[in-house]
């Protein structure tokens, strides 16, 4: 099993509506990542944080996304309004070191349907 | 926009055989890369990774890394029906990893 929880597994919003994604690391990590896979496509990065901001953010995640560690453990994606294209698999990663070198631990995803 | 290529397959091989799978990259600067196994509706799930040329062996699974020609390989000995599955190759950018499509190989029992 990943050691990276996430909650819901599958969630099913109406366009428009605002998803809250969670994830939940099981290590002492500090650099979390988000990234989506729109079915049958590539895996694409979305955000990067570490120390509770930032840190760096691709062309997709976009004013309708937003990212907080809220109480220091849980890790949080919002889409504040969901259009149908937002519909993929949303993964949280987590690194031990900045940028990727020793590869990412994927969490077992969520999938969202926006209808 | 940092490139990652695969042949998306799919890629069939019989039980027993070995299985080669490629990916070419744009980004001269990349250090770091990485090939993902993700079964269909779940999560990539690291299973190699290398840093330099040459040959890096890992039980049935070789990696190997080419930075001049901008190609990694990953070869599968002894393929498994198990070992079915959609492979991702993933190379670090400035500070995070790009994903190749996958190319889906299906092991023939």
């Known amino acids: 099993e990943p050691e990276v929880t996430q909650t819901p597994s599958h969630q099913v919003t109406q366009m428009g509506q605002e998803v809250i994604l969670r994830c939940v690391p099981i290590s002492n990590h500090l650099y979390f990542y988000w990234y989506r896979q729109i079915l049958g496509q590539k895996v694409e990065f979305l955000v990067s944080?570490?120390?509770?901001?930032?840190?760096?953010k691709s062309e997709i995640f976009d004013d309708q996304f937003s990212v907080e560690r809220p109480d220091g453990s849980n890790f949080t994606l919002k889409i504040r309004s969901t259009k149908l294209e937002d519909s993929a698999m949303y993964f949280c990663?987590?690194?031990?070191?900045?940028?990727?070198?020793?590869?990412?631990?994927f969490g077992s995803g969520t999938r969202l349907t926006v209808v | 926009q940092k490139e990652v290529e695969q042949n998306s397959g799919p890629l069939s091989v019989p039980e027993g055989a070995i299985a080669s799978l490629n990916c070419t990259y744009s980004?001269?600067?990349?250090?770091?890369f990485f090939w993902y196994r993700q079964y269909s509706g779940k999560s990539p799930e690291l299973i190699m990774s290398?840093?330099?040329?040459g040959d890096k062996e890992d039980g049935r699974f070789t990696a190997q890394l080419n930075k001049a020609s901008q190609y990694v390989s990953l070869l599968i000995r002894d393929s498994q029906p198990s070992d079915s599955a959609t492979y991702l190759c993933a190379v670090t950018g400035a500070n995070n990893l790009f994903f190749g499509t996958g190319t889906r190989l299906t092991v023939i029992p």
């Open positions: 290398i840093y330099s040329n």
């Open positions: 980004d001269r600067g990349s250090q770091s």
């Open positions: 944080f570490y120390n509770n901001e930032i840190s760096e």
């Open positions: 990663a987590r690194a031990p070191v900045e940028g990727g070198n020793y590869g990412y631990t």
